[in-house]
């Protein structure tokens, strides 16, 4: 390109302009010299054409060959026609080109010139997209927390979290509108240090225990937080350990690489620190598991007092509350439905008693066969009175959750029986409308007959 | 380097006048494979034309057959070069770029060739090899267990240059984990070597250079001036080491041309929010845990931002948090205000989409590569600043905005080029780099 410059715009340089003009003039007068030549030798079709090899020449159709005058010297023969030039068009055609030639270095000249400038004014250029930088981040900070319904969080040293109604940003996003159960969760430092989270495999205890660490970090990063409220004391650290290891290709053991990460929080962590550990102790046998898991959980209770929440199948750790005052048991609520289990996703006091883990497995598509015995063999294991230290049993589901829980509600029924939420939901809220009293025979048969159709 | 490099043969006699001015090429860039221009080829020579014809898959022959001990060579159309650039360097290589600096039809004899470039791991400017959204940066580490570390990363496409210290071992690895360099240069040294026996295991896949040790500390006073460098190495002198070394590597890789560097942001990891490794990969912060894409992590669904620099920011927003209670505030305040004026979010939202990447053109021009397009591109953008702060002004967001635009001079500076430039420019063509 830099051949044909171009890139320069007009009125830039005054010269560059006149070297324009007696190339663009240069062209006029060859427009000039065709229609003169024509009217002199009389022949009509006469052309004035360029190309690369020998420049302008005058182009003439074998049928005037004859009208060609003396001046014209042949430069060459193509089909049905012949290629002439003239002393006249070889000294324009140098004008011309000079004036090209002139005029690309001069652009080359003037870009260069205009890039040094840049490249001179490049702190002030970069201290302002530093700027436009700031603006486009923020703006894009208030766009998601507009579109995703996020809420300023407040910031202080205080320690404390507590988010009201909070969501996992990301999970929310992939699930149906509406469909992500939110949480309160409060952790402080002087209160509820540890929180226990238990509850059965698939509840959503993972989600949760993440949903709190990603809140602190996009508030402490200048965002709002996926809840209706938060308050947030500022964090120094975020550690986590999750699910089992996957360092598998660097040869060390899942469980090395657990107790590693584990022995790297335990070092590190303050009592500004939050830290997310889940199901730790999975990598060897339940004895050793619970063990280890206790112990940590006793470590950071006792010396480190970082902010924890801790999620584990492992029922035994509910106690841990009794012992240790800053500890407190949540559970991730699950109830069972005509032998199945369903996940109601919302956090309750107290430890989960059950870990449904059969039903799990019959959800996951075990044979019946390998269902039904396992859930023989957990009987037996439950009378002859449990692996590990007895456990204080306790509802399934805590009375509160009724009411936090009837959205949940709504989706077992309506899971059980096979139709959509919002028509078991319409159901209820015209059975609650009706005064039975009010209602006579006719009516009542008419009504069941259109509620048994919205279930179908 | 990776194990695979090619080594530097002991050099071999030239024959030709040529082949003195590439072996005198080469011996200045022994560790990097050099491509050296020979009209419209790129040729390579000896041990590295082996090696490369091995790895990149082309022809091997030799420059002078049926002599004894032949030249081995190997060769690339010039104007093909950068997917042959881009699978060198990913395999962890450096390419010395050796051009022409004469019209071979204006000299009699030899034309006169040197290194215009060295591109390697970190150092890339190539638009397309670099991700718009995330920094590109050569990290260069120093220290020893008794004394602390220190850590400094360079993105040479912009000039974001930032150095910490970190008290151990661990603090380092885990502070290299978030800054994620695509190149890690250490000393040739015995220190150097432990450096890269403690940052090994951490981080296996993360090519490593080796430099030979230079005077650093000129390095960090050519560029910011006596005054601030003996100030960062008074109070951080971890920090500071590591910055000049860094300076020093990457400067060596523009002969002749200035880094677009203007500042150096030295922070302490504890004025930031510490996200571990660990907490960074299973939080799903910027890329997902099971196969490791954008898709479905955190950073996904918070980058609305519409130009690349404000995606990259955001980017260091995320892996970096603060602690400071006004600071962040002061961001929730704006945010605040944003989320309140529809209408001027929207605006400048609007204008901001037609931003161009102000960051890595100006460094482009600063490096001497900038194309007539780029500053005509450069100029458009910065010709929108003034409506993008009219955009602020109407919500209550005009400090935002106000400090935008002031600088009224700059904003006219892509005037002066055409619009309609065409969108390619040939290399070969490039007038000669300001020196």
């Known amino acids: 390109m830099t051949k044909d410059g171009g890139f320069v715009n007009d009125g830039v340089s005054p010269e560059l302009d006149e070297l324009r003009d007696v190339a663009a003039g240069g062209r006029n007068r060859i427009a000039a010299i065709e229609a003169r030549e024509r009217e002199r030798t009389g022949i009509p079709s006469l052309k004035v054409k360029f190309n690369s090899v020998f420049g302008y020449y005058i182009e003439v159709t074998r049928a005037h060959l004859a009208s060609v005058p003396e001046d014209y010297r042949r430069k060459q023969t193509v089909a049905n026609a012949e290629r002439f030039v003239t002393p006249e068009l070889g000294e324009f055609e140098q004008t011309i080109l000079s004036a090209d030639e002139r005029r690309i270095a001069m652009e080359l000249e003037i870009f260069t010139a205009l890039r040094a400038t840049v490249a001179a004014a490049s702190a002030r250029l970069l201290a302002l997209a530093a700027r436009v930088a700031a603006v486009d981040t923020l703006a894009a900070l208030a766009e998601v927390a507009h579109r995703s319904g996020y809420c300023r969080p407040e910031i202080d040293d205080g320690g404390v979290i507590d988010l009201a109604d909070a969501r996992h940003p990301v999970v929310e996003r992939l699930a149906a509108a509406g469909a992500f159960v939110p949480n309160d969760v409060r952790l402080d430092p002087t209160a509820e240090q540890i929180l226990i989270v238990s509850g059965p495999n698939m509840a959503g205890k993972s989600t949760l225990i993440r949903q709190v660490a990603l809140a602190v970090i996009q508030a402490q990063m200048g965002g709002f937080v996926a809840a209706r409220r938060a308050r947030i004391g500022i964090c120094d650290r975020v550690f986590t350990r999750v699910g089992a290891g996957d360092n598998l290709a660097r040869g060390e053991s899942t469980f090395m690489v657990e107790m590693r990460e584990t022995a790297q929080i335990l070092r590190y962590a303050t009592a500004r620190s939050l830290i997310i550990l889940d199901e730790i102790g999975r990598g060897t046998s339940t004895y050793d598991g619970v063990s280890i898991a206790w112990a940590v959980a006793e470590h950071i209770h006792d010396r480190v007092g970082a902010k924890t929440l801790f999620a584990t199948h492992y029922h035994e750790l509910g106690a841990l509350a009794a012992q240790h005052a800053r500890v407190r048991n949540v559970s991730v609520a699950a109830r069972e439905w005509k032998g199945e289990v369903v996940f109601l996703r919302k956090l309750t006091a107290g430890s989960a008693n059950r870990s449904f883990g059969v039903e799990v497995a019959k959800l996951a598509g075990l044979p019946p066969a390998v269902v039904d015995r396992a859930r023989a063999i957990l009987r037996t294991l439950e009378s002859d009175g449990g692996a590990v230290g007895a456990d204080v049993p306790r509802p399934v589901v805590p009375a509160e959750a009724e009411t936090h829980g009837q959205l949940g509600l709504f989706s077992t029924v309506a899971a059980a029986a096979g139709v959509p939420e919002p028509a078991v939901a319409d159901v209820v809220a015209r059975l609650k409308a009706v005064d039975p009293d009010e209602l006579s025979p006719r009516a009542a048969h008419d009504l069941l007959t259109e509620l048994a159709k919205k279930l179908t | 380097m990776a194990a695979e490099a090619p080594v530097p043969a002991p050099a071999p006699a030239a ?203 000129a390095e960090l006073t050519r560029a910011f001036g006596a005054a601030v460098a003996r100030d960062l190495g008074t109070r951080t002198p971890r920090a500071a080491a590591a910055a000049g070394a860094v300076l020093r590597y990457a400067a060596a890789t523009q002969p002749g041309v200035e880094l677009p560097v203007t500042r150096v942001d030295v922070y302490g990891r504890t004025d930031t929010l510490i996200i571990d490794e660990q907490a960074r990969r299973h939080l799903e912060l910027t890329e997902s845990l099971l196969d490791r894409r954008r898709a479905s992590s955190l950073i996904e669904v918070l980058d609305e931002s519409r130009t690349a620099m404000g995606g990259r920011l955001l980017r260091r927003w995320l892996l970096f948090p603060s602690v400071d209670v006004a600071a962040i505030r002061r961001r929730h305040d704006a945010v605040e205000r944003l989320v309140a004026s529809h209408a001027a979010r929207d605006a400048a939202r609007r204008v901001l989409a037609e931003v161009a990447d102000i960051e890595r053109l100006v460094g482009r021009a600063r490096l001497g590569v900038a194309t007539p397009r780029d500053l005509a591109v450069l100029g458009r953008s910065l010709a929108r600043l003034p409506e993008l702060r009219a955009a602020l002004a109407d919500a209550d967001a005009g400090e935002l905005g106000g400090s935008l635009a002031k600088d009224e001079s700059l904003l006219s500076l892509g005037d002066d080029l055409a619009p309609r430039s065409p969108p390619s420019w040939d290399a070969s063509c490039a007038p000669t780099r300001p020196r």
């Open chain 2, 15 to 217: 024959t030709t006048a040529l082949m003195r001015q590439y072996l005198d090429v080469k011996a200045r860039y022994p560790d990097a494979i050099v491509f050296f221009r020979l009209g419209d080829f790129y040729e390579m020579f000896h041990e590295d034309a082996v090696y490369a014809a091995r790895v990149l898959d082309l022809t091997l022959t030799t420059r002078d057959k049926g002599k004894e001990d032949p030249v081995p060579m190997c060769g690339i159309p010039h104007h093909a070069v950068r997917p042959y650039l881009v699978k060198l360097t990913e395999l962890g290589h450096r390419v010395a770029l050796c051009e022409q600096l004469e019209d071979p039809r204006a000299v009699r004899g030899i034309v006169k060739r040197d290194v215009v470039r060295v591109v390697t791991p970190g150092v890339v400017l190539d638009e397309e090899s670099l991700d718009p959204r995330a920094p590109s940066y050569v990290a260069a580490v120093v220290g020893d267990a008794r004394g602390g570390y220190g850590l400094a990363f360079l993105d040479v496409s912009t000039g974001d240059f930032r150095a910490t210290e970190a008290a151990t071992g661990d603090a380092l690895c885990e502070e290299i984990g978030r800054v994620a360099p695509r190149e890690l240069v250490f000393g040739r040294d015995d220190d150097g070597q432990a450096l890269v026996e403690l940052v090994r295991p951490a981080h296996p896949s993360v090519p490593r250079t080796a430099v030979a040790s230079g005077d650093d500390a």
